[in-house]
């Protein structure tokens, strides 16, 4: 069994920063990546940033120059530090892994957390 627990969601005003949370838990034998998504009111879910074992990563546009990813891999915990913040990154950031356990492999979700940008 895997958990994904996370935290770091809030309200801020616009040009704020935020830093979420991501950690891993469970019968985890390698993880090959983790990633944020999130859905906004009305819109589907979109990838915001990934990063690979390898040290890869891939961001949306919309956050290019503006958010972070990072990993802890002793923590088996990513991180995404949201700068310069905007009204539109209002959403629910899911976190996202990609990993084997010592039964098999699979992705894996978190609960969400609600991040609220104001104008």
């Known amino acids: 069994q895997v958990q994904l627990v996370e935290s770091g969601g809030g309200l801020v005003q616009a040009g704020g920063s935020l830093r979420l949370s991501c950690a891993a838990s469970g019968s985890i034998v390698s993880i090959n990546a983790m990633g944020w998504y999130r859905r906004a009111p009305g819109k589907q879910r979109e990838l915001v940033a990934v990063l690979t074992i390898g040290g890869s990563t891939d961001y949306a546009d919309s956050v290019k120059g503006r958010f972070t990813i990072s990993r802890d891999n002793a923590k088996n915990t990513v991180y995404l530090q949201m700068n310069s913040l905007k009204p539109e990154d209002t959403a629910v950031y899911y976190c996202?892994?990609?990993?084997?356990?010592?039964?098999?492999?699979?992705?894996?979700w978190g609960q969400g957390t609600q991040v609220t940008v104001s104008s």
């Open positions: 996202n892994t990609d990993l084997w356990t010592i039964v098999n492999h699979g992705s894996y």
